[in-house]
């Protein structure tokens, strides 16, 4: 995509969690988890149909067990820029068990790294100072048509699945109930996990842009609703509404500054009421558990606004009566997309 195009048609930055994006012979967690040839093919030509339908230039990729694969099949669909910050986990032999995050740009990456915490950040935050991702979150700086360098987060916070080492647990409970009980602790240890890593990973955000100032887009796997109270400190969305009505000698400019507002509620500003798509679905019910935040430059009601959220759209063909085996091997998430422009 040539920068005349990039200028005209806007710039456009997805999420995609792929579903155990893992090349065959390997395998995922069990020993009988590989994709038959034909699967991965399938897989690989639904990624690549969305990618040639809806053009994004920066993509952030959550469940990514074969780095090399993505990068050779990303490349002829114009991403030269492939990154991941860490190797994905083996479990034993073929056997791996914990994907990584890697962020894919048409456009020069100037630096990448993890996100990780210092001891004394964690002490603060009254967690382990040994403390350390489920998955490491990836930061890349990109240099971006229109706007300049831009820092970009992928994260896939840790899952709602029940994690618990139930023989830590002394009890004289029968089997049955300490089961129930460990399924119960079980959520709420991973709960506090996916907040410690949200405290962590915005104390990482706001000391980089602190230091270099450049806007920021954290996208990813949140593993929950952004309303709920263990993510509440990545957004800003409802204090924003409540800062904008203050008097202006009484705001807080750091509020405006390092919040980052969710692009779903950015794109509203322009397009009024709308209904938002689930990104995810299981038992039958539908959540929003992937997002895209974005720093004050994308935000028209503050005075650093540079562009505008014109598109916002969540990716779920796939996801209702697929009609072809490729559409049947491609993820259980649903891409979300969205398209920024230079303000007027």
């Given at each position: 995509m040539s920068s005349l195009d990039t200028g005209s048609q806007g710039l456009r930055i997805a999420?995609?969690?792929?579903?155990?994006?893992?090349?065959?012979?390997l395998a995922c967690y069990e020993s009988d988890n590989i994709y038959s040839h034909a699967q991965w093919q399938a897989k690989c030509a639904w990624l690549a149909c969305?990618?040639?339908?809806?053009?994004?230039?920066?993509?952030?990729f959550q469940e990514v067990f074969s780095p090399s694969?993505?990068?050779?099949?990303?490349?002829?669909?114009?991403?030269?820029?492939?990154?991941?910050?860490?190797?994905?986990?083996?479990l034993q032999d073929y056997i791996y068990n914990?994907?990584?995050?890697?962020?894919?740009?048409?456009?020069?990456?100037?630096?990448?790294?993890?996100?990780?915490?210092?001891?004394?950040?964690?002490?603060?935050l009254g967690i382990d100072a040994g403390f350390q991702f489920s998955r490491s979150p990836v930061w890349c700086r990109i240099d971006m048509p229109l706007m300049g360098p831009c820092?970009?987060?992928?994260?896939?916070?840790?899952?709602?699945r029940p994690s618990l080492d139930t023989d830590l647990l002394e009890s004289e409970l029968d089997d049955a109930?300490?089961?129930?009980?460990?399924?119960?602790?079980?959520?709420?240890?991973?709960?506090?996990?996916?907040?410690?890593?949200?405290?962590?990973?915005?104390?990482?955000?706001?000391a980089r842009r602190s230091r270099d100032g450049f806007p920021v887009a954290l996208l990813g796997d949140f593993n929950d609703l952004l309303s709920a109270a263990v993510l509440d400190v990545l957004h800003v969305d409802d204090d924003i509404d409540a800062w904008l009505t203050q008097a202006a000698d009484r705001r807080d400019p750091g509020l405006d500054r390092f919040g980052l507002r969710d692009s779903f509620n950015?794109?509203?500003l322009h397009a009024g009421e709308i209904e938002r798509t689930p990104t995810h679905y299981w038992g039958g019910r539908g959540s929003v558990l992937d997002y895209i935040l974005l720093s004050s430059e994308f935000d028209p009601r503050s005075a650093s606004s540079t562009m505008d959220v014109t598109e916002f759209r969540v990716c779920d063909r796939h996801m209702f009566g697929p009609e072809s085996v490729m559409e049947k091997e491609s993820s259980d998430h649903a891409p979300v997309q969205v398209t920024l422009i230079p303000r007027d």
């Amino acid at each position: 995509m040539s920068s005349l195009d990039t200028g005209s048609q806007g710039l456009r930055i997805a999420t995609i969690n792929l579903l155990n994006f893992i090349e065959p012979p390997l395998a995922c967690y069990e020993s009988d988890n590989i994709y038959s040839h034909a699967q991965w093919q399938a897989k690989c030509a639904w990624l690549a149909c969305y990618i040639k339908r809806l053009k994004p230039d920066v993509i952030a990729f959550q469940e990514v067990f074969s780095p090399s694969a993505l990068t050779l099949l990303l490349e002829p669909l114009g991403f030269k820029w492939v990154k991941v910050v860490e190797e994905p986990g083996l479990l034993q032999d073929y056997i791996y068990n914990r994907p990584v995050n890697a962020i894919a740009s048409r456009f020069p990456v100037i630096d990448c790294a993890p996100v990780v915490a210092s001891g004394d950040v964690s002490r603060a935050l009254g967690i382990d100072a040994g403390f350390q991702f489920s998955r490491s979150p990836v930061w890349c700086r990109i240099d971006m048509p229109l706007m300049g360098p831009c820092d970009f987060y992928c994260v896939h916070l840790k899952s709602k699945r029940p994690s618990l080492d139930t023989d830590l647990l002394e009890s004289e409970l029968d089997d049955a109930t300490l089961h129930t009980l460990s399924r119960q602790l079980g959520r709420a240890s991973s709960a506090l996990m996916r907040g410690a890593e949200a405290a962590v990973l915005m104390h990482e955000i706001v000391a980089r842009r602190s230091r270099d100032g450049f806007p920021v887009a954290l996208l990813g796997d949140f593993n929950d609703l952004l309303s709920a109270a263990v993510l509440d400190v990545l957004h800003v969305d409802d204090d924003i509404d409540a800062w904008l009505t203050q008097a202006a000698d009484r705001r807080d400019p750091g509020l405006d500054r390092f919040g980052l507002r969710d692009s779903f509620n950015l794109h509203r500003l322009h397009a009024g009421e709308i209904e938002r798509t689930p990104t995810h679905y299981w038992g039958g019910r539908g959540s929003v558990l992937d997002y895209i935040l974005l720093s004050s430059e994308f935000d028209p009601r503050s005075a650093s606004s540079t562009m505008d959220v014109t598109e916002f759209r969540v990716c779920d063909r796939h996801m209702f009566g697929p009609e072809s085996v490729m559409e049947k091997e491609s993820s259980d998430h649903a891409p979300v997309q969205v398209t920024l422009i230079p303000r007027d």
